[in-house]
């Protein structure tokens, strides 16, 4: 049986140079269906991994990295029936638990962790969202039960994770403030949040927007000294949610506020096979986000093929990225 090859970019070990390789293209399984990858987007915890320093990822060496993509299903495998071949699809579906990742030609992926594109953005595009957006989703939608009415406050609300929850709490009725570097205020008012400058004290802002009352649902997408203010800013009986909630914390704020915390760990059904078709509906969710344009990526202008993966994963790393980084697969 002739074997039919495919490119991949191969990580032999921690901070070591990708390296390009043609490969066997991967056999599917029970419940896979495989993709013709045309983007895999960058996100921070991809550099971690690259660089040795996220263990909690479990992706060992030699790997191929890249959580998120977007591309076309070009074969499905048995017990398969919500895809079938030209669908166009997203997700975060590897890079993780030592599952093949997108910086490759081809993917087998779980269908559970697919759903269809929207049709109204580009590849590039959507391959920006699926792990923001599912981080997103699951602190204010699946944690915190986000409704119509309530305050939310967001803090690095024009990161990654942050620019999609200001969309997330606001397409359900939110009240939206976020809090960034004050270059970013212009951009967080186009959303329709109120931004609040990062240098601004916690007890100032809390009481200057909310007369000392607090915010009823904080999301920290910044983690360390960050958190602590998420417990300084909401209100009694509020909740705190956090995807970046580790290390050493007073929790004494939170509870004499009598309020509510809980953590985000967005790998958890990739790494250990649970709830992963939950994964699949927040992308089905997100599609219809995206398609009545309530839910827009923030992309960095710059593009990057395959071969320039390092220099994406450099922009990350100095903090140079304006936006979303994505690597185009497909040319």
């Known amino acids: 049986m002739t074997k039919t090859p495919m490119r991949a970019l191969i990580l032999d070990e921690a901070n070591a140079p990708f390296r390009s390789v043609l490969t066997e293209r991967p056999v599917l399984g029970s419940g896979q269906v495989l993709v013709r990858v045309h983007a895999s987007g960058v996100n921070p915890l991809d550099t971690k991994i690259r660089a040795g320093q996220a263990a909690h990822a479990r992706h060992s060496f030699p790997g191929i990295l890249g959580m998120d993509l977007a591309g076309v299903v070009e074969e499905v495998g048995p017990d398969v029936t ?19 990742g997108s910086l490759a030609e081809y993917a087998a992926v779980d269908a559970a962790l697919l759903a269809r594109k929207p049709a109204n953005i580009s590849m590039r595009e959507a391959a920006a969202l699926p792990l923001v957006t599912i981080t997103a989703w699951e602190g204010l939608v699946d944690r915190a039960r ?20 200001v969309q997330i709490a606001l397409a359900r009725g939110a009240k939206v403030f976020a809090v960034d570097h004050a270059s970013r205020a212009d951009y967080l008012t186009s959303l329709g949040a109120v931004p609040i400058d990062r240098e601004e004290p916690v007890a100032d802002y809390v009481e200057r927007l909310t007369g ?10 910044v983690g360390g000294p960050v958190l602590d203010t998420a417990f300084v800013a909401v209100k009694r009986f509020g909740h705190v949610v956090s995807c970046l909630g580790w290390g050493t914390h007073a929790l004494a704020p939170l509870s004499f506020r ?36 309530k839910l827009v990526p923030r992309l960095d202008p710059r593009r990057f ?19 979303k980084l994505v690597i185009d697969v497909a040319l």
Do not use: C, K
């Open 82 to 100: 919500g895809f079938r071949p030209g669908d166009e699809v997203w997700g975060m579906t590897g890079g993780v638990g030592n599952v093949q």
């Open 146 to 165: 986000v409704s119509a009415g309530q305050t939310v406050l967001v803090l690095g609300g024009a990161g990654g994770v942050g620019h999609v929850a």
């Open 212 to 221: 000392g009352t607090g915010f009823d649902l904080v999301y920290d997408t």
């Open 258 to 293: 009598a309020a509510t915390y809980s953590g985000v760990f967005t790998l958890l059904p990739l790494l250990s096979g649970e709830g992963r078709a939950h994964h699949g509906e927040i992308m089905a969710e997100a599609t219809q986000l995206v398609e009545a344009g």
């Open 305 to 323: 093929t395959l071969d320039e993966a390092a220099d994406a994963h450099a922009a990350i790393a100095d903090r140079s990225a304006q936006g």
